[in-house]
C-alpha cells in the first residue's frame, strides 16, 4: 500500500478458502460464487471501489465483478483468462476434481511442501525469482492443508467459458499486464485478450514472471498509480 499513491486506499483479500480465510462450504469455489462472495464482502464493509486489481485467477474475478459495480476500471495483472489447449483443457479439470473427491489428497500435498527444494522448484516454474524470505512464506501456505483445499477445489469448479463469451462485452476500462518471463501466462495470451476486449490497453513488462508484483513491487505499483490517476481524470 505504501508503495502506492497517498490518496490511494487498498483492500487486500484472501480468495475463499485461501490463505487465512476459511470457507464456508466446498460448492462456493467456482467463478461465479466466488465473485458474489466478495461483492457480499463489499457490501458488508460498505466497500464502494473504483478499481479491481487481480492477478492470474484474480483477473476473470475481477471481470465477473465488474459486471455489478461501477468501476473506473480493472486491472489483470498476468490475468489467466484463457484454458488450457487441446487435451491439457479436457483432462486437467477432470484430475481437478478427481483430487478433490479424495479427502487424503490437500494432507499428501502439503506434506510435500515440507521439502524447500521442492516449493522453490514450483516457483521457479512461474518464472519469477523469489527472496529466500518469499520462498519461506510460500513454503508455509503450501504446508497448510486448509489452504490446499481450496486451491484444489477452486481448480475442480473453474469454468471461464460464459466470462470468455462475453469478453467484448465488457466496458469497464481494463488494464492487461504481462510478464515477459511468465510460464504460467505467456504475453501472447494476454495481448489477444486485450484485442478482443473494448476500451483495454494492454502492457508488458520485461523481465519478470509470473510474480511480478512480489519480484518488483515498485514497478508494478508505479502501474497502478498511472492508470488510476489516467481513469479518475477521466470525464
Known sequence: MALLQDNIAATLVDLPGHGLTKISTGQRSSLTYMAQDLLTL????????????GHSAG???????????????????????????????????????MMALNPLTPRYLAGLA??????????????????????????????????????????????????????DAVDTPCLLIASTRDRTVPCADVKATAERMNNTAYHEVNGLGHLAHEENPQKIAGLLSAFFQEKRAAP
Open 42 to 53: 463489499c457490501q458488508a464493509l460498505q466497500l464502494q471501489p473504483d478499481f479491481i486489481v
Open 59 to 97: 483477473a476473470a474475478l475481477a471481470l465477473e465483478m465488474s459486471k455489478s459495480l461501477a468501476l473506473r476500471g480493472v486491472v489483470g495483472l498476468n490475468p489467466a483468462l484463457s484454458k488450457f489447449p487441446g487435451l491439457a483443457g479436457v483432462m486437467f479439470p477432470m484430475m481437478a476434481k
Open 114 to 167: 515440507k521439502s524447500k527444494s521442492r516449493v522453490r522448484q514450483i516457483l521457479s516454474g512461474t518464472g519469477s525469482d523469489l527472496t529466500e524470505d518469499q520462498i519461506n512464506l510460500y513454503q508455509k501456505l503450501f504446508s497448510d492443508k486448509a489452504h490446499v483445499k481450496g486451491t484444489i477445489l477452486m481448480m475442480s469448479q473453474w469454468n471461464l467459458d460464459r466470462l470468455l463469451a462475453q469478453l
